[in-house]
Protein backbone atom coordinates (compact mmCIF):
# COMPACT_ATOMS: atom_id res chain seq x y z
CA UNK A 1 0.00 0.00 0.00
CA UNK A 2 1.20 3.52 -0.74
CA UNK A 3 -0.23 5.09 2.84
CA UNK A 4 -2.87 4.18 4.75
CA UNK A 5 -5.74 6.80 4.54
CA UNK A 6 -7.78 7.89 7.32
CA UNK A 7 -10.55 5.88 8.18
CA UNK A 8 -13.23 6.97 5.95
CA UNK A 9 -11.88 9.14 4.04
CA UNK A 10 -13.29 9.79 -0.38
CA UNK A 11 -9.69 8.95 -1.23
CA UNK A 12 -9.59 5.27 -0.53
CA UNK A 13 -10.52 4.57 -4.19
CA UNK A 14 -6.94 6.49 -5.18
CA UNK A 15 -4.56 3.87 -3.33
CA UNK A 16 -3.67 0.83 -4.73
CA UNK A 17 -1.97 -1.99 -3.31
CA UNK A 18 0.85 -3.83 -5.72
CA UNK A 19 1.99 -6.91 -5.62
CA UNK A 20 4.10 -7.02 -8.79
CA UNK A 21 8.06 -6.76 -8.15
CA UNK A 22 8.18 -3.02 -10.43
CA UNK A 23 5.81 -1.67 -7.75
CA UNK A 24 6.81 2.00 -6.20
CA UNK A 25 7.79 1.95 -2.71
CA UNK A 26 5.28 2.47 -0.26
CA UNK A 27 6.01 6.21 1.18
CA UNK A 28 7.25 4.41 4.49
CA UNK A 29 9.49 2.74 2.80
CA UNK A 30 10.74 5.40 0.98
CA UNK A 31 11.23 8.19 3.70
CA UNK A 32 13.29 5.09 5.53
CA UNK A 33 15.35 4.91 2.28
CA UNK A 34 15.23 8.18 1.01
CA UNK A 35 14.60 10.65 3.67
CA UNK A 36 16.68 13.43 5.61
CA UNK A 37 16.92 11.54 8.63
CA UNK A 38 20.58 13.81 9.25
CA UNK A 39 18.36 16.87 10.25
CA UNK A 40 18.92 17.54 13.57
CA UNK A 41 15.37 18.85 14.74
CA UNK A 42 14.06 15.49 13.49
CA UNK A 43 16.45 13.76 15.96
CA UNK A 44 14.94 15.40 18.97
CA UNK A 45 12.11 15.28 21.78
CA UNK A 46 12.41 18.53 22.42
CA UNK A 47 9.78 20.30 21.91
CA UNK A 48 11.28 23.88 22.02
CA UNK A 49 14.20 22.66 19.60
CA UNK A 50 11.13 21.42 16.88
CA UNK A 51 9.41 24.78 17.44
CA UNK A 52 12.40 26.71 16.96
CA UNK A 53 12.77 24.90 13.14
CA UNK A 54 9.77 25.31 12.36
CA UNK A 55 9.65 28.85 13.04
CA UNK A 56 13.20 29.83 11.29
CA UNK A 57 12.04 27.88 8.56
CA UNK A 58 9.44 29.60 7.20
CA UNK A 59 10.16 31.55 3.95
CA UNK A 60 13.79 30.34 4.92
CA UNK A 61 15.74 27.38 3.02
CA UNK A 62 17.30 24.31 5.17
CA UNK A 63 20.52 24.73 4.33
CA UNK A 64 20.88 28.61 5.24
CA UNK A 65 19.14 27.78 8.50
CA UNK A 66 21.29 24.42 8.77
CA UNK A 67 24.95 25.79 8.09
CA UNK A 68 24.58 29.61 9.92
CA UNK A 69 21.27 29.48 12.24
CA UNK A 70 19.92 26.53 14.16
CA UNK A 71 23.05 25.63 16.34
CA UNK A 72 24.61 29.11 17.02
CA UNK A 73 20.83 30.41 18.20
CA UNK A 74 20.40 27.00 20.60
CA UNK A 75 24.11 27.78 21.80
CA UNK A 76 22.49 30.89 22.81
CA UNK A 77 19.63 30.31 23.97
CA UNK A 78 19.28 26.66 25.03
CA UNK A 79 15.83 26.51 26.24
CA UNK A 80 12.41 28.45 26.21
CA UNK A 81 12.93 29.74 29.77
CA UNK A 82 16.59 30.95 28.40
CA UNK A 83 15.04 32.54 25.28
CA UNK A 84 12.51 34.51 27.45
CA UNK A 85 14.56 36.12 29.76
CA UNK A 86 17.12 37.35 27.28
CA UNK A 87 16.62 40.58 26.12
CA UNK A 88 14.84 41.29 22.46
CA UNK A 89 17.99 42.76 21.05
CA UNK A 90 20.36 39.83 21.75
CA UNK A 91 17.52 37.48 20.53
CA UNK A 92 17.41 40.04 17.20
CA UNK A 93 21.17 40.19 16.94
CA UNK A 94 21.19 36.48 16.63
CA UNK A 95 18.59 36.10 14.07
CA UNK A 96 21.06 39.55 11.76
CA UNK A 97 20.55 37.56 8.40
CA UNK A 98 17.77 35.40 8.43
CA UNK A 99 15.49 37.93 7.87
CA UNK A 100 11.53 38.19 8.74
CA UNK A 101 12.46 39.71 11.85
CA UNK A 102 8.91 39.37 12.91
CA UNK A 103 9.31 35.74 13.30
CA UNK A 104 12.09 36.35 16.03
CA UNK A 105 9.94 38.68 18.14
CA UNK A 106 7.13 36.39 18.16
CA UNK A 107 9.64 33.65 19.20
CA UNK A 108 10.55 36.09 21.98
CA UNK A 109 7.34 36.93 22.89
CA UNK A 110 5.91 33.46 23.25
CA UNK A 111 9.24 32.67 25.73
CA UNK A 112 8.17 35.50 27.99
CA UNK A 113 4.70 33.85 28.22
CA UNK A 114 5.39 30.21 28.56
CA UNK A 115 8.38 27.98 29.54
CA UNK A 116 7.12 24.67 27.58
CA UNK A 117 5.26 24.23 25.08
CA UNK A 118 1.35 22.84 25.20
CA UNK A 119 0.11 20.00 23.31
CA UNK A 120 -3.15 21.21 22.17
CA UNK A 121 -3.09 22.86 18.65
CA UNK A 122 -6.16 25.26 19.48
CA UNK A 123 -4.03 26.31 22.35
CA UNK A 124 -0.86 26.64 20.29
CA UNK A 125 -2.34 29.09 18.27
CA UNK A 126 -2.66 31.36 20.88
CA UNK A 127 0.57 31.73 21.04
CA UNK A 128 1.90 35.12 19.20
CA UNK A 129 3.72 33.88 15.54
CA UNK A 130 1.98 30.92 15.91
CA UNK A 131 -0.37 30.16 12.81
CA UNK A 132 -2.36 26.53 11.70
CA UNK A 133 0.50 24.70 10.07
CA UNK A 134 3.00 25.67 12.58
CA UNK A 135 0.69 24.32 15.43
CA UNK A 136 0.23 21.04 13.18
CA UNK A 137 3.68 20.80 12.97
CA UNK A 138 4.59 21.03 16.57
CA UNK A 139 1.70 19.10 17.49
CA UNK A 140 3.12 16.18 14.84
CA UNK A 141 6.95 16.63 15.38
CA UNK A 142 7.05 17.25 18.91
CA UNK A 143 3.68 14.98 20.47
CA UNK A 144 3.49 12.63 17.84
CA UNK A 145 -0.03 13.61 17.33
CA UNK A 146 -1.87 12.43 14.10
CA UNK A 147 -2.31 15.62 12.27
CA UNK A 148 -1.03 16.86 9.17
CA UNK A 149 1.02 19.48 8.22
CA UNK A 150 0.72 22.17 5.31
CA UNK A 151 3.44 23.62 4.21
CA UNK A 152 4.21 25.11 0.71
CA UNK A 153 5.76 21.70 -0.75
CA UNK A 154 3.15 19.90 0.78
CA UNK A 155 0.40 22.39 -0.68
CA UNK A 156 1.90 21.67 -3.92
CA UNK A 157 1.62 17.31 -3.94
CA UNK A 158 -2.01 17.79 -2.78
CA UNK A 159 -2.60 20.50 -5.48
CA UNK A 160 -1.30 17.55 -7.75
CA UNK A 161 -2.45 14.68 -6.65
CA UNK A 162 -6.15 15.73 -6.70
CA UNK A 163 -5.33 17.88 -9.99
CA UNK A 164 -6.50 21.33 -7.46
CA UNK A 165 -5.73 24.70 -9.58
CA UNK A 166 -7.08 26.95 -7.43
CA UNK A 167 -8.46 25.21 -3.87
CA UNK A 168 -9.53 27.28 -0.97
CA UNK A 169 -7.56 26.38 2.28
CA UNK A 170 -10.40 24.25 4.04
CA UNK A 171 -10.32 22.69 1.07
CA UNK A 172 -6.76 21.41 1.19
CA UNK A 173 -6.68 20.92 4.69
CA UNK A 174 -9.60 19.11 4.35
CA UNK A 175 -7.72 16.63 1.48
CA UNK A 176 -4.41 16.73 3.89
CA UNK A 177 -6.53 14.92 6.76
CA UNK A 178 -8.05 12.43 3.90
CA UNK A 179 -4.47 11.28 3.12
CA UNK A 180 -2.97 11.37 6.12
CA UNK A 181 -1.20 7.85 7.74
CA UNK A 182 -2.74 8.25 11.12
CA UNK A 183 -0.34 5.34 12.77
CA UNK A 184 2.59 7.03 11.06
CA UNK A 185 2.37 10.47 11.62
CA UNK A 186 5.47 11.78 11.85
CA UNK A 187 7.14 9.55 8.93
CA UNK A 188 4.34 10.12 6.62
CA UNK A 189 4.99 14.28 6.77
CA UNK A 190 8.33 14.54 6.94
CA UNK A 191 8.09 12.07 3.66
CA UNK A 192 5.89 14.49 2.18
CA UNK A 193 8.15 17.64 3.09
CA UNK A 194 10.90 15.58 1.60
CA UNK A 195 8.89 14.68 -1.97
CA UNK A 196 7.80 18.04 -2.04
CA UNK A 197 11.66 19.59 -1.78
CA UNK A 198 13.17 16.95 -3.92
CA UNK A 199 10.67 15.17 -6.09
CA UNK A 200 7.27 17.26 -6.78
CA UNK A 201 9.50 20.44 -8.04
CA UNK A 202 7.55 23.47 -9.10
CA UNK A 203 9.12 23.00 -12.19
CA UNK A 204 10.25 20.16 -13.98
CA UNK A 205 9.03 17.21 -11.18
CA UNK A 206 10.70 14.26 -11.35
CA UNK A 207 7.34 11.98 -11.34
CA UNK A 208 8.78 8.72 -12.35
CA UNK A 209 11.03 8.62 -9.30
CA UNK A 210 7.85 9.73 -6.98
CA UNK A 211 6.46 6.73 -4.88
CA UNK A 212 2.80 8.90 -4.85
CA UNK A 213 2.57 8.70 -8.67
CA UNK A 214 0.46 6.17 -9.32
CA UNK A 215 -2.56 8.11 -7.05
CA UNK A 216 -1.61 11.42 -8.81
CA UNK A 217 -4.34 12.79 -11.02
CA UNK A 218 -2.26 15.83 -12.09
CA UNK A 219 1.15 14.08 -13.03
CA UNK A 220 0.38 14.34 -16.55
CA UNK A 221 0.52 18.07 -16.94
CA UNK A 222 1.70 18.51 -12.98
CA UNK A 223 3.00 22.22 -13.35
CA UNK A 224 -0.52 23.40 -14.05
CA UNK A 225 -1.42 22.60 -10.32
CA UNK A 226 -1.74 24.87 -8.48
CA UNK A 227 -2.82 27.72 -10.85
CA UNK A 228 -0.10 30.15 -10.70
CA UNK A 229 -0.65 33.60 -9.28
CA UNK A 230 1.17 36.70 -11.43
CA UNK A 231 2.63 38.80 -8.69
CA UNK A 232 3.49 42.34 -9.56
CA UNK A 233 6.41 44.04 -6.98
CA UNK A 234 6.14 47.28 -6.58
CA UNK A 235 8.76 49.52 -5.94
CA UNK A 236 9.32 51.95 -2.79
CA UNK A 237 12.29 54.59 -2.73
CA UNK A 238 13.57 56.18 0.55
CA UNK A 239 15.71 58.93 1.58
CA UNK A 240 17.93 57.88 3.95
CA UNK A 241 20.27 60.53 5.87
CA UNK A 242 23.70 59.14 8.09
CA UNK A 243 24.88 61.68 10.50
CA UNK A 244 28.45 61.43 11.22
CA UNK A 245 30.29 62.95 14.26
CA UNK A 246 34.02 62.18 15.11
CA UNK A 247 33.88 59.11 12.80
CA UNK A 248 31.04 57.71 14.55
CA UNK A 249 27.17 57.07 12.87
CA UNK A 250 24.12 57.89 14.12
CA UNK A 251 22.01 54.99 14.28
CA UNK A 252 18.20 54.98 15.67
CA UNK A 253 15.91 52.19 16.67
CA UNK A 254 13.10 50.97 14.39
CA UNK A 255 9.74 51.15 16.57
CA UNK A 256 7.39 50.89 13.53
CA UNK A 257 6.09 47.42 12.64
CA UNK A 258 8.50 47.30 9.60
CA UNK A 259 11.74 45.50 11.47
CA UNK A 260 10.41 46.98 14.57
CA UNK A 261 13.21 46.49 17.34
CA UNK A 262 15.97 46.90 14.18
CA UNK A 263 18.60 49.67 14.89
CA UNK A 264 19.08 51.24 11.09
CA UNK A 265 19.88 54.66 9.64
CA UNK A 266 16.88 57.67 9.59
CA UNK A 267 14.90 57.89 6.58
CA UNK A 268 13.64 61.43 5.98
CA UNK A 269 11.20 63.15 3.69
CA UNK A 270 13.81 65.53 1.88
CA UNK A 271 17.75 65.52 2.86
CA UNK A 272 19.65 68.56 4.18
CA UNK A 273 20.75 70.82 1.34
CA UNK A 274 24.46 70.51 2.65
CA UNK A 275 24.75 66.83 2.87
CA UNK A 276 26.59 65.28 0.01
CA UNK A 277 25.05 62.15 -1.59
CA UNK A 278 26.73 58.74 -1.46
CA UNK A 279 24.76 56.44 -4.03
CA UNK A 280 21.73 54.62 -3.66
CA UNK A 281 21.31 50.52 -2.73
CA UNK A 282 18.57 48.27 -3.38
CA UNK A 283 17.15 45.52 -1.45
CA UNK A 284 14.25 43.12 -2.75
CA UNK A 285 11.60 42.14 0.22
CA UNK A 286 8.86 39.09 -0.43
CA UNK A 287 6.01 42.07 -1.20
CA UNK A 288 8.47 45.21 -2.84
CA UNK A 289 11.46 46.24 -3.56
CA UNK A 290 13.35 49.39 -1.99
CA UNK A 291 15.92 51.69 -2.89
CA UNK A 292 17.32 54.06 -0.72
CA UNK A 293 19.51 57.05 -1.88
CA UNK A 294 21.89 57.55 0.51
CA UNK A 295 23.90 61.18 1.97
CA UNK A 296 25.42 61.28 4.73
CA UNK A 297 26.20 64.65 6.47
CA UNK A 298 29.01 65.78 9.09
CA UNK A 299 27.95 67.00 12.24
CA UNK A 300 29.07 69.62 13.49
CA UNK A 301 28.40 68.99 17.21
CA UNK A 302 26.92 66.25 19.09
CA UNK A 303 23.64 66.42 19.29
CA UNK A 304 20.53 63.68 21.07
CA UNK A 305 21.93 61.10 18.83
CA UNK A 306 22.31 57.54 19.39
CA UNK A 307 25.95 57.50 17.91
CA UNK A 308 28.28 54.49 17.38
CA UNK A 309 31.55 53.49 16.07
CA UNK A 310 31.69 50.97 13.67
CA UNK A 311 33.00 48.02 16.00
CA UNK A 312 29.62 49.20 18.56
CA UNK A 313 27.69 48.63 15.19
CA UNK A 314 28.89 45.27 14.74
CA UNK A 315 27.28 44.48 17.92
CA UNK A 316 23.91 45.80 17.14
CA UNK A 317 20.83 44.10 15.29
CA UNK A 318 21.00 45.58 11.74
CA UNK A 319 19.16 44.86 8.61
CA UNK A 320 20.21 43.64 5.50
CA UNK A 321 19.18 46.89 3.88
CA UNK A 322 21.17 48.66 6.76
CA UNK A 323 24.29 46.58 6.11
CA UNK A 324 24.52 47.34 2.32
CA UNK A 325 24.43 51.13 3.37
CA UNK A 326 27.06 50.74 5.73
CA UNK A 327 28.94 48.89 3.41
CA UNK A 328 28.34 52.11 0.92
CA UNK A 329 29.81 54.10 3.60
Not at 206 to 214: A, F, G, V
Request: with cysteine; glycine share 4%; charged share 25%.
Amino acid sequence: MLFKCAPGNTAKHLVQYRMDTKAPLSLLDWYKKNGRHELPWRNTQDAYHIYLSEVMLQQTQVKTVLERFYFPFLKRFPSLKALGEAPLDDVLKMWEGLGYYTRAKNLHKTATLISELPSNIDTLMTLPGIGKNTAHAIAAFAFHQSVPVMEANVKRILCRIFALQNPSPKELWDKAYELLDTAHPFEYNQAMMDIGSGICLPKNPKCLLCPLSTICTGKDAPERYPQKQKKTVPTREQFIMVYRYNDKLSLTQRKGKFLHGLWGFESVDDPLCAAEYLGEVTHAYTHFKLICKVYVYDEPSKEQMHYFSLSDIRNLAISKVDEKILTLL
